[in-house]
């Protein structure tokens, strides 16, 4: 065996008794060596890959940090979800995100009220009070169900267990960013990787005395579940929670246009770096609770808040090789393959080149001196290439026109804009293995069938091994094979056997998304699966003949459109794609899709909209509607129950087209009497 052999089996064999303690440490809450062993154990393998620069090729080092969170927390569904927010990056993005509470309310206010509150960077929690009683602590989670953490929660003093108020609410929901200070991290630094990662662990030990020995700290910031409602505004919410004795931020503070967006956004970035706790941009909310209950949320996101992060971290790096990835709807990405760079407290090794375009028009080679920079979870990017350090022998970049599997591709022509888009596509679907692979990871994730334990790279694990190839793949897996490889134990298949047995049962719309059909993204999937309603009438368009007659009927549907159409048609017209959503239906129970609201005003009925209206944007219109239990159609048809005609330029040829087919028309001010009656 040669040396650098040897040198390359001694840090594999390292980094193999590291993650064995680690998890000792962080899962069983069982060491097995002392702290100052461990310690010792860490700093040979650093001194190797400091030594031997081939080793940070292995890459290995950055899973070495704490250990993968198990199932050994009781799962608890969210009274209400708890989502994530939409990031801004700059000034434009911040005057879109006002332009858009505008335009959804109906109003002209560029002096809209803002709650402005720093981001911080820690783990997220909420604390339910009932009667005024701390009885339930639950972690994030994927947003809809989150562990049981209270007991840990509990060890954080300066939480409140009972609120101090003659008359609290019935129940109160406090949503609360845990962190470790920066100074008290100081003395933990060598057990984890950062700040957030120590807050982390800490909440997810099995021992609350263990949780209690770490200096955990909170900021309460939302609520989720409050009965009755006592708060008018985000402003009032955090007043009176503060004089129960929660911990609010002392920077939080009312904004009320874009340029003090501006000025607060610019002054917090200053003073962040003095700040005794880790933030990354600041979160602003619409102030007015009514207003935001009226904005309500996308399938992700609140309306009435947004993330604005602060500048992007960039560095110098070098191009070794650009490779080509396939995506999951064909797209073709170049990535860059970079010498490993440090931006923003994370080690970068590859950075995204969008498209062909985008490499002709920055003329990226491989050798290039460039910058890249990271701007929040946003993969790196190249931002700039130095072609004063360029070697007078590079070559400009040939983007390949083939994929990955051999086949052609091509950019397809938008039928919005009528030109070419810029990314390049193979369109063989699941015939081609690479899109196949991606489509895999895509089916598991949480937004789809939300698989614990068959994240990404274990998809790639199974996939080389021959253990996946198909969907359905996933529910025959052979858990006698898995339990030979390194890491699966008895623990870890009967926990991936309850996960998979679980998301055998799925809803509808879910299950649509999780297919992954281009352009059919979770709100699309929803109006679908309205459309639908059962999965027997779904798989009608496997039937080529009755699939031309539902593509027909799919135009009446408001927010499915010629683009939608044609995708779907081209998905189901593909024998390989057809053949493999058959056998994943076949082993799954596929719940019908449940109208949010059979006993509303609308309920039952398919309404269309034409015209502006007074106080209301038609996009709030439609979702009073649909909130009422309507399906809102986007053409006039016999199916139609009423036309809603707002004041404002109504279409003539609309409402003349409902008098003949006696459709009922509703003026706006009959609305207005239906909603309030």
Not at 85 to 107: G, P, V
Not at 302 to 331: H, L, M, N
Not at 569 to 588: G, M, P, Y
């Amino acid at each position: 065996m040669s040396l650098k052999n040897e040198i390359i089996k001694s840090y594999k064999q390292k980094a193999k008794e590291i993650k064995k303690h680690n998890k000792h440490y962080f899962i069983d809450d069982h060491p097995k060596i002392t702290d100052a062993k461990f310690d010792e154990l860490k700093k040979e393998f650093l001194k190797l890959e400091s030594e031997h620069g081939f080793l940070k090729e292995l890459n290995l080092s950055k899973n070495l940090v704490g250990f993968s969170p198990t199932n050994k927390f009781k799962k608890i569904k969210h009274i209400k979800p708890m989502l994530s927010l939409a990031n801004a990056f700059n000034s434009e993005d911040m005057k879109s995100f006002i332009k858009k509470i505008n335009n959804y309310l109906n109003i002209n206010n560029s002096n809209l009220d803002l709650f402005a509150e720093p981001k911080i960077d820690g783990i997220s929690a909420t604390l339910i009070y009932e009667d005024g009683i701390l009885t339930r602590g639950l972690s994030r989670g994927d947003g809809l169900v989150g562990e049981d953490i209270l007991e840990n929660l509990k060890t954080i003093n300066s939480i409140p267990k009972n609120i101090q108020k003659k008359t609290p609410p019935k129940l109160l929901e406090i949503r609360c960013e845990i962190f470790i200070g920066k100074k008290d991290f100081l003395k933990l630094k060598d057990k984890f990787a950062n700040p957030r990662n120590a807050a982390g662990g800490s909440l997810r030990q099995k021992n609350p005395l263990e949780t209690s020995k770490i200096p955990l700290k909170y900021f309460a910031y939302g609520f989720g579940a409050v009965e009755p409602m006592i708060f008018k505004t985000q402003a009032d919410f955090l007043n009176k929670i503060s004089k129960w004795k929660f911990n609010i931020n002392p920077l939080s503070k009312i904004i009320r246009n874009l340029k003090e967006v501006e000025i607060e956004h610019n002054k917090i970035n200053q003073i962040r770096s003095s700040l005794d706790y880790d933030i990354d941009g600041i979160v602003y909310k619409v102030n007015d609770l009514n207003l935001q209950k009226r904005l309500g949320n996308t399938s992700n996101s609140p309306r009435w808040a947004i993330a604005y992060k602060f500048s992007a971290e960039k560095a110098s790096t070098r191009i070794k090789d650009i490779v080509i990835q396939v995506g999951r709807t064909g797209a073709i990405t170049p990535v860059a393959k970079v010498e490993p760079v440090t931006v923003g407290g994370v080690v970068v090794s590859n950075a995204t080149l969008h498209n062909e375009d985008e490499i002709k028009r920055k003329d990226i080679r491989v050798g290039d001196s460039i910058i890249i920079q990271r701007a929040g979870d946003v993969i790196p990017q190249v931002v700039s290439v130095d072609k004063s350090k360029r070697n007078e022998n590079s070559k400009k970049y040939i983007f390949p026109k083939k994929c990955l599997c051999g086949a052609e591709t091509k950019k397809e022509l938008s039928k919005t804009t009528n030109k070419l888009d810029a990314v390049r596509r193979c369109i063989k679907g699941y015939d081609c293995k690479f899109i196949a692979k991606e489509k895999l990871k895509h089916i598991v994730s949480k937004e789809a069938f939300n698989i614990d334990g068959l994240g990404k790279k274990v998809i790639e694990q199974f996939w080389h091994l021959n253990f996946i190839k198909k969907p359905s793949d996933i529910f025959n897996l052979n858990y006698d094979k898995i339990k030979k490889l390194e890491g699966w134990g008895d623990l870890s298949i009967n926990n991936l056997k309850k996960a998979i047995e679980k998301s055998k049962v799925i809803s509808l719309d879910r299950f649509i998304f999780s297919i992954g059909i281009r352009h059919i993204g979770q709100e699309n999937a929803k109006i679908l699966a309205d459309f639908f309603n059962s999965i027997e009438e779904f798989k009608k368009l496997f039937d080529s003949k009755i699939k031309k007659k539902i593509l027909y009927n799919l135009v009446d549907l408001d927010g499915i459109g010629e683009t939608q159409i044609q995708s779907i048609d081209n998905f189901f017209s593909n024998a390989t794609n057809v053949n493999i959503i058959k056998d994943l239906i076949n082993k799954l129970n596929i719940k019908n899709y449940i109208i949010k609201n059979n006993k509303g005003k609308f309920s039952n009925k398919k309404l269309m909209f034409t015209g502006g209206f007074k106080n209301i944007s038609r996009s709030e219109a439609k979702a009073i509607a649909e909130n009422n239990g309507g399906k809102v159609l986007g053409s006039i048809s016999k199916k139609l129950d009423f036309l809603v005609v707002g004041e404002s330029k109504p279409t003539k040829k609309k409402i003349e087209q409902a008098k003949q087919l006696n459709i009922r028309i509703i003026l706006e001010k009959e609305w207005n009497e239906i909603l309030n009656s």
